[in-house]
């Protein structure tokens, strides 16, 4: 095909220079800026735009008028009557955002499409005249005090009606850069967004599990005999799409949602998004089955489905579209069934990154995009183009980028989303993709190399040669690993993201490499305070990983490889560096997906990862002086948020004064860069307090987790004018967050908390270890306590250690097994309220197959019992599964004990 056929890329002309023809001279302009009568607030934005960038080039400040008829030098906007005429075309004609720049006489025409096509010409023409803008924050504007006037005769449409870009471009800036997705804040008068209703992975919106799955869990998938299995950690499940109440559930729905909408386009009706044990948990009942087999994919059923949600759009939005995704297992097109014309597919990429589409390493991505095109009028596609398991490190994904985007549109995709992650400027040279990304979307045929040297030598400066050695030397180490990323594709369903989640870290040595890159980019510019800033800034994308490589961490100091690394780096002076570099960014950044924690929470346990020195040498209570520095974590004043709250003193030891008031106090937010996984922790926290009276039962505090059970503290436990160390408890802290949170009772006291304490494996003393496990060594033990347990029925609660189910036979109460080597022996701490007979509980696992009914004559009672399960092997995660039995009975679980065997 054509090149000018697939963009409607028509240049009539050439933008050469007039003879003699000056649009500013020594600063001063005899041209005025022309707006319609009635300018729509895009042609208004415009006309500030271009005045206000041509006063900042030249000095000069054109008038704007909204005189279409306006005799003299002009440069005209928008769509006025004049300006059609004098182009000779139908404004109604044009393509989204198309946009048109055009030399009449002495005037010059900038327009185009209705909605942006106006303000992306102004762009085209001030970039034309040197004009970068590189982030939202970072802008070149040359001077000049005479601007020539080019004969402009071009008109030009995207190739892509949809450009969106996940990472950076928001606001203003993404109106410059001429992307329009959904997330991206752009407001009304800069063009808006391409809204779309929902977003995505809306079935879980739309039929909530939490809400239907108790009383119709035939509204859920079959998958291995089993209505709606849910894994807490692997996302949501997946819907029964012939069942007709799940249909007429979801069609529902649609239609309520557009009704609340002012104008919409585009409604998602798309899967749930779930992975790992979840991520082809699609239903395999008798109806679904039929129909995925005789298609030949999961995509079969779904789409019979949204096909019928859309002609019920159809009849009530015609101007509707219904997106729905071609993801996970549903991005194998079906053999018959065709989407309707009011229906998108969003087919999301699964590939390996460091090679184009189009090439052999990606045959099954570009042999599924193909199928699509041709079974679907109206192609959406979602791309990554980031590494989700480790945002800071090098990872090199934009070599195929150009190539990408032609194949995507010459396989007439209508839209593209490229999905980042960062703010704007932390990241693998993040300014440098966005720019790539979003001036590729709007002209895939642009020539990439000749845009990277531009960015580089405009962003970086005369650190660009550098920048662009360390582009090449990345890739070059990244294409030496090529095998594990090829082999983490091919085996997995994701392909792109797990690949990159297997290559969370890169050997030091190439670190190494590349940190020797940054040495020289940060000599070039050391006296350019700006331009060294932004080269420390893509520098932490190699900074970070050294940090906290094997070689880095304090235990390994003495060993040869960590002698070899500090012989070459201070590592102390990276982290400080790296730091500095941190409190420099325009806007917090986070560190690995989903906010698993903050850029600054990182640098800032960087010293002590490679120290060992994790308690900031703050003055350690007598009690704990004995235990090893890494075993011992004190939390003080400066970890917390504190709440109607102060900082002070007593006896040298910081304390925290604790409000009188009902409620949240004190709270400590700990997440991966605190560095507690693999380990139990025991939690002990420090408080005192002044209660004039008798205390009774009541209670002076409650302490709160995401990771145990709430622990009410009573007034008698902490009475004195000594510090107390209470034991919460031994917990593996794990997980991407959580926290632990003290809150006051209310009532009239003199309530101070000193330190939160973490002890490794701790023994404290009062630490409460079941009998089954006070004979045995701590690692041949594990205690899962109902802190860790999921449950989401209305009448079930915590209560106390124990989580309380009073309602509901189908999945009440959810306790994650986690991965351990061997067999191990599972115990359920547990009691039961209620009559003396009949059948109290049945608990099931996947792990070794076993289900078992427990009695009320066994469980009954005040007292918990630790019954036994029974063997099973935890080489994968797994679950245990507990359903009350009797209508009349109160199942209270403790713990889950498991002994090694």
């Known amino acids: 095909m054509k090149k000018n056929f697939l963009f409607s890329l028509l240049f009539t002309g050439m933008a050469l220079f007039a003879s003699g023809m000056e649009l500013v001279t020594n600063g001063t302009s005899s041209y005025t800026i022309v707006l319609p009568e009635k300018p729509t607030a895009v042609e208004e934005t415009a006309a500030k735009e271009l005045q206000n960038y041509l006063k900042k080039i030249s000095g000069a400040l054109l008038p704007v008028v909204r005189t279409p008829e306006f005799k003299g030098n002009s440069i005209r906007l928008g769509q006025s009557p004049e300006n059609a005429r004098l182009l000779g075309i139908d404004f109604s004609g044009l393509k989204p955002d198309e946009i048109i720049l055009k030399k009449t006489g002495n005037d010059l025409i900038l327009t185009g499409d209705s909605t942006r096509g106006v303000l992306y010409a102004v762009y085209e023409f001030l970039e034309d005249l040197g004009v970068r803008r590189w982030t939202r924050w970072d802008t070149d504007i040359p001077v000049r005090k005479t601007i020539l006037l080019k004969n402009y005769d071009i008109r030009y449409a995207p190739p892509f009606a949809g450009r969106d870009r996940l990472g950076g471009p928001v606001g203003e800036f993404a109106a410059w850069m001429r992307v329009n997705g959904h997330y991206l804040g752009i407001p009304e008068s800069y063009g808006g967004i391409l809204k779309l209703v929902g977003w995505c992975h809306t079935f879980g919106m739309m039929i909530p599990r939490q809400q239907y799955f108790e009383k119709h869990p035939e509204y859920f998938a079959l998958v291995n005999g089993r209505r709606g299995p849910w894994f807490p950690s692997c996302g949501e499940v997946q819907l029964c799409l012939t069942n007709p109440d799940v249909l007429r559930l979801l069609t529902e729905e649609t239609l309520a949602w557009l009704r609340k909408e002012k104008n919409p386009r585009i409604i998602s009706v798309s899967q749930n998004d779930s992975w790992g044990k979840m991520a082809d948990n699609y239903c395999r009942c008798s109806n679904c089955r039929a129909i995925d087999e005789r298609e030949g994919s999961p995509a079969g059923s779904l789409l019979h489905a949204v096909n019928q949600i859309a002609d019920a759009v159809k009849k009530e939005f015609p101007q509707v579209l219904v997106e729905t995704l071609a ?13 309707r014309d009011n229906v998108i597919i969003r087919y999301c990429t699964r590939k390996n990154t460091l090679y184009p589409i189009a090439s052999q390493e990606n045959a099954r991505t570009r042999e599924e995009i193909k199928a699509w095109s041709k079974a679907a009028d109206k192609l959406y596609i979602w791309d990554y183009t980031s590494n989700f398991s480790n945002t800071m490190m090098p990872y090199p994904s934009w070599r195929p980028f150009a190539e990408n985007l032609r194949f995507l549109a010459e396989n007439h995709a209508v839209s593209v989303l490229e999905q980042g992650y960062s703010c704007g400027e932390a990241g693998d040279l993040i300014p440098v993709q966005n720019y790539l990304l979003c001036k590729l979307m709007w002209n895939p045929y642009q020539d990439q190399e000749k845009l990277t040297g531009e960015v580089l030598e405009g962003y970086y400066g005369a650190a660009a ?7 090449d030397v990345s890739w070059e180490i990244y294409r030496k690993n090529q095998l594990a990323v090829k082999t983490a594709a091919r085996n997995n369903a994701f392909g792109d993201m797990v690949a990159s989640r297997v290559l969370s870290k890169l050997p030091l040595a190439d670190l190494l490499v590349l940190r020797n890159c940054f040495d020289r980019a940060e000599e070039l510019v050391k006296n350019d305070a700006e331009k060294l800033r932004r080269v420390r800034i893509a520098a932490m994308a190699v900074n970070f990983p050294i940090l906290y490589s094997d070689e880095a961490y304090y235990k390994n100091a003495e060993k040869p490889e960590g002698r070899a690394l500090r012989e070459k780096i201070n590592l102390l002076k990276l982290a400080e560096k790296t730091r500095k570099t941190v409190e420099s960014l325009h806007r917090p950044d986070r560190y690995k997906e989903a906010a698993e924690a903050s850029l600054e929470r990182y640098i800032g346990s960087a010293e002590k990862y490679i120290t060992g020195d994790w308690n900031k040498g703050r003055k350690v209570p007598p009690e704990f002086a004995g235990i090893a520095g890494d075993d011992l974590r004190i939390y003080g004043q400066e970890d917390f948020s504190l709440f109607s709250s102060k900082a002070g003193e007593n006896l040298g030891y910081p304390v925290i004064k604790v409000g009188k008031s009902k409620g949240w106090k004190v709270h400590f937010s700990f997440d991966a860069s605190h560095h507690l996984e693999n380990s139990e922790w025991q939690v002990l926290i420090g408080l005192k307090t002044r209660f004039k009276g008798k205390p009774g039962g009541m209670v002076a505090a409650d302490v709160t987790s995401t990771h145990f059970p709430a622990r009410w503290i009573k007034l008698s436990e902490i009475m004195g004018d000594q510090f107390k160390y209470l034991d919460l408890g031994r917990h593996r802290l794990d997980g991407r967050h959580g926290y632990i949170a003290l809150s006051a009772s209310g009532v009239e006291q003199q309530l101070e908390m000193q330190y939160l304490i973490l002890i490794r494996n701790g023994n404290y003393p009062n630490t409460e270890v079941p009998d089954i496990c006070r004979n045995l060594n701590p690692e041949d033990y594990r205690i899962i306590s109902s802190g860790k347990f999921n449950f989401w029925d209305n009448e079930n609660r915590r209560s106390g250690h124990a989580v309380v189910v009073r309602s509901g036979k189908n999945s009440s109460l959810q ?49 918990y019992k630790a019954v036994e399960f029974g063997t099973a092997d935890l080489s994968a995660p797994g679950l245990l599964t507990f359903s009350r039995l009797h209508p009349a009975a109160a199942l209270h679980v403790r713990n889950v004990i498991l002994v090694r065997q």
């Not at 993801?327 to 989407?339: D, F």
């Not at 306790?815 to 115990?827: R, V």
Request: with cysteine.
């Open 465 to 471: 040669p550098e920048l662009r050695k360390y582009m």
């Open 327 to 339: 993801y996970q297992y549903t991005v194998k097109p079906p053999k018959t069934i065709r989407p």
């Open 815 to 863: 306790c994650p097994l986690p991965a351990l080597k061997g067999n191990w022996k599972i115990y359920l701490d547990m009691r039961a309220d209620g009559p003396i007979s009949g059948n109290a509980a049945e608990v099931w696992s996947k792990n070794g197959g076993h289900r078992r009914i427990y009695k009320l004559n066994e469980i009954g009672g005040n007292t």
